[in-house]
């Protein structure tokens, strides 16, 4: 090789090096923006500096410093001198036409750690676990029932076959707590051993949170005593603990268990008997 060849070689190199080195400061760069809160714009330049700079520094190692063809193979056996055995040799040895090329590599291997360790951060996107705040709400044994002024909902303040939204005092904008109180006469109804007490004087309380899709179960029709959902008009029959008798909704609006008080003041008893809201809680 030439003196002018092994310049022009060594430019190439540095060049692609720089290529690579510019790509994992850019990687590095999408990991600070992202920890300082992000910002689009500036997450794509950069990611984009990043992967290009990989390409970059990959198409100058490929078109100025790796053999270039065309590249004929010998028709017939041709017998191999010595001197052509003694260049082969040093070829392998890593001074002939296939270089190691060290510095490519390590600063290739750096860019693709950067970025690599850039990909990882969208991980705390996925925010803090949940918890079992999916599960349960604010309701527990005490609460007194209110409406969405936070007045207090008495036994007497529905007649049969009228409903009202009522929440736990204190909580009228948790969205999960919600459910609405129908009163039914109570010769009507035939609870389950488990659920006998959970409707006194034929009030029964359901959470307004509809199993399909999460709409507000807001309409109560009574000749049929079915709680419609305006959304995909799931209905849910008040009777029969709210099991789903029409439309997408399969799993029953969970009931709120509640006892009236000396005074007709109403509270809960408990939580309300399964999570609230559509039904993957009963998937896996
Ligand atoms: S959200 Fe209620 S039926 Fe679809």
Redesign the pocket.
């Known amino acids: 090789m030439s003196a002018g060849d092994e310049k022009h070689e060594r430019r190439a190199e540095r060049r692609a090096a720089l290529a690579f080195l510019v790509a994992a400061a850019a990687a590095v760069g999408l990991g600070f923006v992202y920890a300082g809160g992000g910002n689009p714009q500036a997450e794509g330049l950069l990611l984009a500096v990043a992967l290009g700079g990989i390409g970059v520094g990959l198409v100058i190692w490929a078109n100025k410093l790796l053999p270039q063809g065309p590249v004929e193979e010998q028709r017939e056996d041709l017998p191999t001198t010595e001197e052509e055995r003694e260049a082969f040799e040093e070829d392998l040895r890593g001074a002939g036409l296939v270089k190691r090329r060290t510095l490519l590599a390590r600063t290739l291997g750096l860019a693709v750690l950067a970025l690599g360790g850039a990909a990882v951060f969208p991980i705390r996107s996925l925010g803090p676990s949940p918890g079992k705040s999916l599960k349960k709400t604010a309701w527990k044994p005490g609460m007194k029932l209110v409406d969405e002024h936070d007045k207090e909902v008495k036994a007497d303040t529905l007649s049969v076959g009228e409903s009202i939204t009522v929440f736990p005092e204190g909580h009228t904008k948790d969205a999960d707590t919600q459910a609405v109180m129908v009163r039914v006469a109570e010769n009507q109804l035939h609870p389950s051993e488990e659920r006998h007490e959970w409707s006194p004087e034929g009030l029964l309380v359901y959470s307004k949170v509809?199993t399909?899709?999460?709409?507000p179960?807001g309409l109560y029709q009574v000749d049929t005593h079915q709680l419609i959902?305006p959304?995909?008009?799931?209905a849910f029959n008040v009777l029969e603990e709210a099991k789903p008798v029409f439309?997408?909704?399969t799993r029953k609006l969970p009931q709120l268990p509640i006892e009236v008080g000396e005074n007709g003041e109403l509270t809960a008893t408990g939580d309300f008997s399964e999570p609230v809201g559509p039904a993957f809680w009963n998937l896996g």
Do not use: D
Request: with cysteine; charged share 0%; proline share 7%.
């Open positions: 509809c399909h899709a999460g709409c179960v959902c959304c995909h008009q799931s439309g997408p909704a």
